[in-house]
Structure formats: C-alpha cells, structure tokens
C-alpha cells in the first residue's frame, strides 16, 4: 500500500477558508461516523443493557444482573445451539480452504479458460442466501430433486434429508460451503497473483516438486489471505440465521438450530427480546474475539493485505 | 512423450476446471430447469418446456410489488452509501489528522453481528417512528454497506497518483473542487465496484426487512420468497421461477461489472 502524503497547501477564498482546514476532514467523515454510531454503536451499547434486563409478564421491566446469561447457560438447548454453531462453523471452513485453494490456482494460472470459470465460480456469491436455500431444498426434495431421488433409490427407501437430524446439519453445512468458498477462493487469487514468478521457477530449478511448491511456496505465502478470507467467511457462518430458517426452522427438534437462528427465532418470531439480546452479545463477545485476530495477523507484517 | 504429458496435463486442469463448475453450477442449473418444466416432471430433461410457472407469477401484483421495494431500498442505500462513503473516504486517504489511525474501523466494523444488533435497532426505529417503513430498512443497509465500501474507496484514492491532485491545487483549485473534477473522475471503477456491491447487498438481504418491516405491503424480494416457500410447499415450478427473477437483477450487474467489481473489491487488476 502507498504511504499516504497529505496535501498541506490549499488556496485561499474558498470553503476551506470559510470552515476551517482543520475541521475539513472531520466533516468530511462526519455523516459516515454519524450512521456508524447511532445505528451501530449505539445499538450494540443498548443490546449489552437489554441482556441485563427481564420482561414480566405485566409488561413490567426489571434488572436482573447476569440471571438472563445463567439461565441460558444451564440450559441444553443451548448447549445444543452452541454444537450446531460450531459443526456449521468448523464443517464450513474445512470444506471451504482446499476448494478454494483449487480454484484460485485455477483462475490464476495462464490458462486461456480461467476468465470464463472465475466468472461461474463466482455465481453463489452473488447468489441471494435465500434464493441458494430454495434451489437447495428443490435439489433434496424426495419427489423430484435429483439428490433426493439419488438418495432415495441407494437406500432403498424414502430419505427426508432435511428430517434427519444428522444429515440435515451436514445439508445445511454443504449448502453454507457453496456460498462461502468462491469469496476465499478470491482472495487466495489475489494473494497468489501478487508471488513474484521467479520465486516458483528458482523453486523448479531446485528440483520442487508440484506438492512441494504448494506447501513450501504458496501455501506461507498466501496465509495471511487466507487467514482474513476464513475469519470472514467464520463471522458470516456464524451470524447466518435465515438460510438455516429457510431450510429446516432450526429442526428436527433443535438439530440445526445455531445460536444466530436461535436468536432470529426468540427476537422475531416469539418476541422474547431479554434472550435475543443475550444471544446477540455472546455472538458479539465471540466476534470481538475474532476481530482481536484479525487486527493481529494484520498488523503483522500483513499490511499489504486488503 | 512430453507431448503426451502436457496434453495429459492440460486434460487434467481442463477436468479440475469442470469439475468445480459442476459443483456450482448444479443448483443452479437444476433451479432453471425446474422452472421451465411442468410439475411433478423428474426427468433430467424435461418432457417439454412451459411458460406456466413465469406467467402464473407475472399475473400476481405482490411480485410486482416485491420487487419495486426492493428496487427502491437498493437504490436508496445506493444513493446515501456513495457520497457518504466517497468522502470519507478521500478523508481517509488524502487528509492528515488527529484519529486518522482510527479509520481501522471501518475494516473491523464489517465482522459485527448484523443480527445481534437488529433487535435494539427494532426498538429504536420504534422510537423515531421509522419502524415499519423503507426508510428504516435504506438507513439499516446503508449503515452495514458503509464501512466496507468507504474503505474500498479509500484504498482506490490511495491507488491513484496525488500528484496530479498537487498539480491542481498548487493552480489554484480548491479542495472541494478538484474533489469532484479530478479525483472522483479518476476512480470511476471503485465507484463502480461500490454501486455494485451495494446493489447485490441490499437486493439480496433479507434479516433487515425482516426484523424491521412486518407490513405485507413493504415486503422485499427475499421477504416475499420466504413466505412462498412456507405456503407453495412443494411446487417447485413456481417457486424456482420465484428465484430466478430474484437472481436476474444481481446476475445482470456481475455479468456486466465482472472485471471491474472484482479489480474493486480486491484493490488487485486481474488480467
């Protein structure tokens, strides 16, 4: 990244001169930091209030300290949700890396075809989460899906995918891996279009092999993309709660519910806002401890990385 | 024999290429095919090929509807994210100041939990007498697509030559005038990258409207799939057709803007 230079010499009789240099950038990002702090800040810091706070049934408000936190904790249920959250998670990002790797390796190699396939590979990341949930369902259905159909006649007899508490978590992880692996994939390519060519063919002349070139060259090279792509991609798995909603509303029982489709379910749906905010801290507490991640690998020696 | 390697080579890389391909385009593919078959039809290839599904649902209002909402809350969130963002970002990247350090932030903000934070903002929207309305949905979407598009435009300012900035104030320009005849000219693709980027974001979501619009009236596009997919249960033609509209305005932008959105989001130029 180019160091940035300020331009220190402005004219005068003009609107700088009216308002200030000083204050110039500050208005300059005033309404960007006035959005920020009053619908995102602002209602994290109420958020953090409202989990403290109990709703009775008179409609009566009380404070209740961590009682909310030491419900929820004791229960299995969420002990359930927070297992769905990380299956989903962790199921996600070991599918998502090596296929990712693949396909940047492919876009980004001198192959005539690449433009053409980055431009396919890139569809489910385009692709409405709820409009891949659909074609998804359309894929198992047991009557005309292709899946289904498949799973149907090896078995022997009619399989509901989504019915079966299992094979409904591994669906939904599959489907979740379609979205997620094309925006890894990107940015694997850009770090590996940015390993200078002679670093792999000083590489070949020692005698590395393809395997050995992957996991001694591009493998370190690419690992601060990689890092950032995953801690993406593990924030948007983990707060994902509508395509889970759209496949199996959390069941069967509480099989595929997460902890973001618990707490879609309990603000949305059941209108239980003292729960919700409690699950919406944890996933924020949870966030900011990637976020402390991520400003590590960034910050070291990773400063070229977007 | 070396012949033969490579040619065996280039069928491999020519199979990888596919394959993945295969995997992404299955859904897909599988998606289009249902909706221009007749039902209940399981056949690969369907026994032929009808309009019914389209023209069954170009016959109801609420598609219409459905997608004028969403139409408006995309372009809204358009119209208050580029400006906003744009000298932001060129605050970001050209100014020197006290807590510039902190534009960090709007790197980081993106990894907050959308989610956790809609049922606060439900409240508050309640008490500016925005809940229930577009408005709420346009400020909601703008504010999540904010950090990350200021923060692509910073780094598409700091890509381009301040010399010729330099040039232009030293001649006498003001700042706020060479802002907008030279360097908001000059990162036309960034721009590019951001509309797109916005668009295919707030066409596509669905939590927003969700938590912040339960009026049939005010539904979006994804809204408005979902309750189909509740009470069309397995009629796979009209709800495939469903999807396929909702896929097309997302799909048009990307086959158009490929390269630059790419080149954008990612601060890179692809060959």
Same mark, same amino acid.
């Given at each position: 990244?180019?160091?940035?230079?300020?331009?220190?010499?402005?004219?005068?009789?003009?609107?700088?001169?009216?308002?200030?240099?000083?204050?110039?950038?500050?208005?300059?990002?005033?309404?960007?930091?006035?959005?920020?702090?009053?619908?995102?800040?602002?209602?994290?810091?109420?958020?953090?209030?409202?989990?403290?706070?109990?709703?009775?049934?008179?409609?009566?408000?009380?404070?209740?300290?961590?009682?909310?936190?030491?419900?929820?904790?004791?229960?299995?249920?969420?002990?359930?949700?927070?297992?769905?959250?990380?299956?989903?998670?962790?199921?996600?990002?070991?599918?998502?890396?090596?296929?990712?790797?693949?396909?940047?390796?492919?876009?980004?190699?001198?192959?005539?075809?690449?433009?053409?396939?980055?431009?396919?590979?890139?569809?489910?990341?385009?692709?409405?989460?709820?409009?891949?949930?659909?074609?998804?369902?359309?894929?198992?259905?047991?009557?005309?899906?292709?899946?289904?159909?498949?799973?149907?006649?090896?078995?022997?007899?009619?399989?509901?995918?989504?019915?079966?508490?299992?094979?409904?978590?591994?669906?939904?992880?599959?489907?979740?891996?379609?979205?997620?692996?094309?925006?890894?994939?990107?940015?694997?390519?850009?770090?590996?279009?940015?390993?200078?060519?002679?670093?792999?063919?000083?590489?070949?002349?020692?005698?590395?092999?393809?395997?050995?070139?992957?996991?001694?060259?591009?493998?370190?090279?690419?690992?601060?993309?990689?890092?950032?792509?995953?801690?993406?991609?593990?924030?948007?798995?983990?707060?994902?709660?509508?395509?889970?909603?759209?496949?199996?509303?959390?069941?069967?029982?509480?099989?595929?519910?997460?902890?973001?489709?618990?707490?879609?379910?309990?603000?949305?749906?059941?209108?239980?806002?003292?729960?919700?905010?409690?699950?919406?801290?944890?996933?924020?507490?949870?966030?900011?401890?990637?976020?402390?991640?991520?400003?590590?690998?960034?910050?070291?020696?990773?400063?070229?990385?977007? | 024999?070396?012949?033969?390697?490579?040619? #065996?080579?280039? +069928? /491999?890389?020519?199979?990888?290429? $596919?394959?993945?391909?295969? *995997? %992404?385009?299955?859904? &897909?593919?599988?998606?289009?095919?249902?909706?221009?078959?007749?039902?209940?039809?399981?056949?690969?290839?369907?026994?032929?090929?009808?309009?019914?599904?389209?023209?069954?649902?170009?016959?109801?209002?609420?598609?219409?509807?459905?997608?004028?909402?969403?139409?408006?809350?995309?372009?809204?969130?358009?119209?208050?994210? #580029?400006?906003? +963002? /744009?000298?932001?970002?060129?605050? $970001?990247?050209?100014?020197? *100041? %006290?807590?510039?350090? &902190?534009?960090?932030?709007?790197?980081?903000?993106?990894?907050?939990?959308?989610?956790?934070?809609?049922?606060?903002?439900?409240?508050?929207?309640?008490?500016?007498?925005?809940?229930?309305?577009?408005?709420?949905?346009?400020?909601?979407?703008?504010?999540?697509?904010?950090?990350?598009?200021?923060?692509?435009?910073?780094?598409?300012?700091?890509?381009?030559?301040?010399?010729?900035?330099?040039?232009?104030?030293?001649?006498?320009?003001?700042?706020?005038?060479?802002?907008?005849?030279?360097?908001?000219?000059?990162?036309?693709?960034?721009?590019?990258?951001?509309?797109?980027?916005?668009?295919?974001?707030?066409?596509?979501?669905?939590?927003?409207?969700?938590?912040?619009?339960?009026?049939?009236?005010?539904?979006?596009?994804?809204?408005?799939?979902?309750?189909?997919?509740?009470?069309?249960?397995?009629?796979?033609?009209?709800?495939?057709?469903?999807?396929?509209?909702?896929?097309?305005?997302?799909?048009?932008?990307?086959?158009?803007?490929?390269?630059?959105?790419?080149?954008?989001?990612?601060?890179?130029?692809?060959?």
């Amino acid at each position: 990244m180019p160091s940035t230079r300020g331009i220190e010499k402005a004219p005068a009789g003009t609107f700088e001169t009216i308002v200030g240099k000083r204050s110039l950038p500050y208005i300059f990002l005033g309404p960007a930091l006035a959005l920020i702090l009053f619908l995102l800040v602002a209602p994290v810091v109420q958020g953090v209030f409202m989990s403290f706070l109990a709703t009775r049934g008179n409609g009566a408000v009380d404070w209740v300290g961590l009682d909310n936190y030491r419900i929820l904790f004791r229960e299995s249920r969420f002990a359930s949700n927070l297992r769905s959250s990380l299956f989903y998670l962790a199921g996600n990002l070991v599918l998502s890396a090596p296929l990712a790797y693949a396909a940047a390796a492919l876009i980004t190699g001198k192959h005539r075809q690449a433009e053409y396939f980055r431009g396919i590979f890139l569809l489910p990341w385009i692709t409405a989460p709820i409009v891949s949930t659909l074609l998804f369902r359309a894929l198992v259905d047991p009557q005309i899906g292709p899946l289904g159909i498949l799973i149907s006649r090896l078995s022997g007899r009619q399989v509901l995918i989504l019915g079966h508490p299992v094979w409904a978590l591994v669906f939904v992880t599959v489907h979740s891996f379609w979205r997620s692996f094309p925006f890894v994939m990107l940015f694997l390519s850009a770090g590996m279009s940015m390993i200078p060519r002679e670093v792999y063919e000083s590489a070949m002349v020692d005698g590395a092999g393809r395997w050995k070139r992957f996991t001694r060259l591009t493998l370190p090279l690419t690992s601060n993309q990689l890092a950032i792509a995953l801690l993406q991609i593990t924030v948007w798995t983990l707060y994902d709660a509508e395509t889970i909603y759209a496949f199996t509303n959390g069941g069967p029982g509480y099989a595929t519910e997460t902890l973001a489709v618990r707490l879609f379910k309990s603000a949305f749906i059941n209108f239980d806002l003292n729960t919700s905010a409690v699950i919406g801290i944890i996933l924020i507490s949870l966030s900011i401890v990637f976020m402390a991640v991520y400003m590590r690998l960034v910050g070291s020696g990773g400063g070229d990385a977007q | 024999m070396k012949h033969a390697t490579r040619t #065996l080579q280039r +069928g /491999l890389v020519w199979l990888a290429f $596919l394959g993945i391909a295969a *995997f %992404v385009l299955l859904p &897909l593919l599988w998606g289009l095919r249902t909706s221009f078959a007749p039902d209940l039809d399981n056949k690969v290839i369907p026994s032929f090929l009808t309009l019914k599904n389209y023209s069954e649902l170009l016959s109801r209002p609420e598609i219409l509807l459905y997608s004028r909402n969403s139409l408006v809350i995309s372009l809204c969130t358009i119209i208050v994210v #580029l400006p906003v +963002g /744009l000298i932001g970002a060129y605050a $970001l990247a050209r100014f020197q *100041f %006290v807590g510039k350090n &902190l534009g960090f932030v709007f790197m980081i903000i993106p990894l907050l939990p959308a989610i956790a934070v809609l049922v606060p903002l439900v409240a508050y929207m309640n008490r500016l007498h925005l809940y229930n309305s577009l408005v709420a949905v346009i400020l909601v979407n703008s504010v999540f697509n904010l950090p990350f598009a200021t923060w692509m435009l910073r780094n598409f300012i700091l890509a381009n030559p301040i010399s010729i900035e330099e040039a232009a104030l030293i001649d006498g320009c003001s700042r706020v005038r060479m802002l907008f005849t030279i360097a908001i000219p000059m990162m036309t693709p960034g721009i590019v990258a951001v509309v797109v980027y916005t668009f295919i974001n707030s066409w596509n979501a669905l939590i927003y409207s969700f938590a912040l619009t339960p009026s049939p009236t005010l539904r979006v596009m994804p809204q408005g799939i979902l309750a189909f997919m509740g009470s069309w249960g397995t009629q796979w033609g009209g709800i495939t057709a469903v999807g396929m509209l909702a896929l097309l305005p997302p799909l048009l932008l990307f086959l158009i803007f490929q390269r630059t959105f790419v080149a954008g989001l990612f601060g890179y130029q692809l060959k």
